[in-house]
C-alpha cells in the first residue's frame, strides 16, 4: 500500500505540474504586502500573486521559482484591491470626438479607480458601457445613471411614469434623481421604480425631505442631501442654501442618530462627496486653487470655469469660515456616526466638478473620510469591499482566488497613513496592466496638451 500511494502521490504531483506549466499566469506580482480586505487590518507579507485573465488564479508566499509572462516586482509595496469612484461624470463626445471620454476615463483609471458610477447618463454611455465591459481602451468599469429626472424633465406624475419606464427599457443601470422633483412626481417615480426594478438615487428634492426620501429607499443618497436640512424644523428648511451650509448654526445634533438609524434600517448607501463641500464650499480662494500642480489636467476653460462658479457662490452665499467650519463639522458627525452604525459608505467624489479633478479627487475624497474618524481601513472599505456589497458583485472588492484582478500597487502601507493610497506604482484592471512609468507619461502629455491650449 505505501508504494503504491507513494507511486499514485508522484504521477498525481507530475500531472498537476504539467498543468501548470500549460496553462501558465500571464502575470506575476512579486514578494509583495497584500492588504486582502477580508479581515481586518490583514496584511499577507511577502506573497506572489497570480493573475490569468481577468481573475486571480493563486497566491502563495514568495519563491523564486515563481515565474509569469509578467513579473511585477511588489517588494517592499502593497497591494490593495482596485478603488471605485462611486460619484462620477463622465463626458459626451463633442462632434464625434471621444478623445476627452477616453482622457477623463484614464485619469480615473490611472489614480487607482477601476470601476466607477456615472451620475449623469446620456444614451451615448450605454454604447460606451459596452466599450469598456470589452476594454477595448484602457478604463474603469462603468455603471451608468439614466438622463437627470428633475423639476423640468419630470414635471407631472405622469412625466415621472413614463420617464422610469422609457429609462429601464433602455438599459439604465439606475435613475439619477436631482432637484426640483414635486411630492406628486417623486411618488410615482417611486411606485414605477419599484413595479418595474430599477433603482434610483442621487439628490434629496426639497419637497421630499429626508425622512420622505429615506422611507421611499433609495439606492444612494448622494451628498449627503437633505441631511443638514434635516436638522432644523421643517419651516427653515428653504433657507439652507447650498446644500444646507446656511443652516449650520441652527442644526439640533440630537437629530443625528435617528436619521442615520433610519437610514441603516431601509438599506439605503450614502455617498458623502466630502471633498465637494471642502473644495467647493470652502473659504480658500479660487485663484490660489486654480494654480495647485493637479490643475494642469484640466483644460484652461474647465479651470476658468470652475474659478468662476466657486467665486460665484461664494459671492452669493455671503458666509463666514466659522460657519463653514461648523458645516463641515455636522457633516463629519453624520459620517462617523453612518460608520459607527453599520450604513454602507461608499467612496465617491463628485469629478469632475469645481476643484475636483477625475481620479486626483477620491484621494482628497479619502483625507476627508479620515478627517470625520475614519480609519484607514474603514476608507479603504468604502472603495472596494462595500461597493462590490451595493453591487451585489461578491468576484470584486477583496483580493482573494478567484476573485476579478482589479488591483492597486502602492509605495507605502495604506493602512498607516490613507494618504498613501495615492503613491501608486501600478493599477492593473481586469487582468491589464498600467505600469507608474505609462501612467507618469500619459500624464505629462495630458499637461503639456493643456499646456498649450
Not at 265 to 292: C, D, F, H, N
Not at 320 to 339: C, G, H, M, T, V
Not at 388 to 396: K, N, V
Not at 421 to 449: D, F, P
Amino acid at each position: 500500500m505505501v508504494k503504491i500511494n507513494y507511486g499514485v502521490s508522484i504521477v498525481f504531483i507530475f500531472l498537476i505540474n504539467n498543468l501548470f506549466l500549460q496553462a501558465q499566469p500571464s502575470i506575476l506580482i512579486s514578494d509583495v504586502n497584500i492588504i486582502p480586505m477580508n479581515e481586518k487590518d490583514k496584511i499577507l507579507s511577502n506573497m506572489d500573486v497570480f493573475i490569468q485573465g481577468e481573475n486571480i488564479v493563486a497566491i502563495a508566499s514568495h519563491s523564486k521559482r515563481n515565474k509569469g509572462k509578467i513579473t511585477i516586482d511588489g517588494s517592499g509595496k502593497y497591494l490593495i484591491p482596485g478603488l471605485s469612484e462611486m460619484h462620477a461624470h463622465i463626458p459626451v463626445p463633442d462632434d464625434g470626438d471621444e478623445s476627452l471620454v477616453h482622457e477623463t476615463l484614464f485619469l480615473y483609471l490611472s489614480h487607482g479607480i477601476t470601476t466607477i458610477r456615472g451620475m449623469l447618463g446620456a444614451p451615448y454611455h450605454l454604447l460606451l458601457r459596452e466599450q469598456t465591459d470589452a476594454l477595448e481602451f484602457p478604463t474603469p468599469r462603468v455603471y451608468t445613471s439614466s438622463p437627470s429626472l428633475n423639476g423640468s424633465t419630470i414635471p407631472t406624475a405622469i412625466d415621472a411614469r413614463d420617464s422610469v419606464i422609457k429609462y429601464k427599457n433602455a438599459g439604465y443601470d439606475f435613475l439619477k434623481i436631482h432637484p426640483g422633483v414635486t411630492r406628486e412626481a417623486f411618488d410615482e417615480l417611486v411606485n414605477t421604480a419599484t413595479e418595474v426594478g430599477i433603482d434610483f438615487a442621487g439628490h434629496v428634492p426639497a419637497d421630499i425631505g429626508i425622512e420622505h426620501a429615506i422611507a421611499s429607499g433609495y439606492a444612494s443618497i448622494d451628498h449627503l442631501d437633505g441631511y443638514v436640512e434635516g436638522l432644523v424644523p421643517q419651516e427653515n428648511r428653504g433657507e439652507g442654501g447650498f446644500f444646507g451650509v446656511m443652516l449650520a448654526e441652527q442644526c439640533n445634533e440630537d437629530l443625528i442618530n435617528e436619521l442615520v438609524k433610519t437610514t441603516r434600517e431601509k438599506g439605503i448607501a450614502v455617498v458623502p462627496t466630502q471633498t465637494l463641500m471642502t473644495r467647493w464650499l470652502s473659504p480658500k480662494s479660487p485663484y490660489e486653487m486654480v494654480r495647485e500642480p493637479e490643475m494642469a489636467l484640466m483644460p484652461p476653460m474647465t479651470r476658468y470655469s470652475w474659478r468662476q462658479n466657486k467665486q460665484r457662490l461664494l459671492d452669493r452665499l455671503n458666509y463666514s469660515p466659522n460657519l463653514y467650519k461648523r458645516f463641515i463639522e455636522i457633516r463629519n458627525k453624520y459620517i462617523k456616526a453612518f460608520q459607527d452604525q453599520g450604513v454602507l459608505i461608499t467612496l465617491g467624489s463628485d469629478a469632475p466638478q469645481v476643484f475636483n479633478v477625475p481620479g486626483v479627487s477620491i484621494h482628497h475624497e479619502m483625507k476627508a473620510m479620515a478627517d470625520a474618524g475614519l480609519t484607514p481601513y474603514e476608507i479603504l472599505k468604502s472603495g472596494t469591499v462595500n461597493v462590490a456589497s451595493f453591487f451585489d458583485t461578491p468576484e470584486r472588492g477583496t483580493i482573494e482566488i478567484g476573485k476579478v484582478a482589479d488591483l492597486v500597487l502602492l509605495a507605502a502601507n495604506p493602512l498607516d497613513d490613507i494618504q498613501h493610497a495615492s503613491q501608486i506604482e501600478s493599477v492593473i484592471y481586469r487582468g491589464q496592466i498600467l505600469q507608474k512609468e505609462t501612467i507618469s507619461k500619459q500624464l505629462e502629455m495630458i499637461k503639456e496638451k493643456y499646456k498649450t491650449e
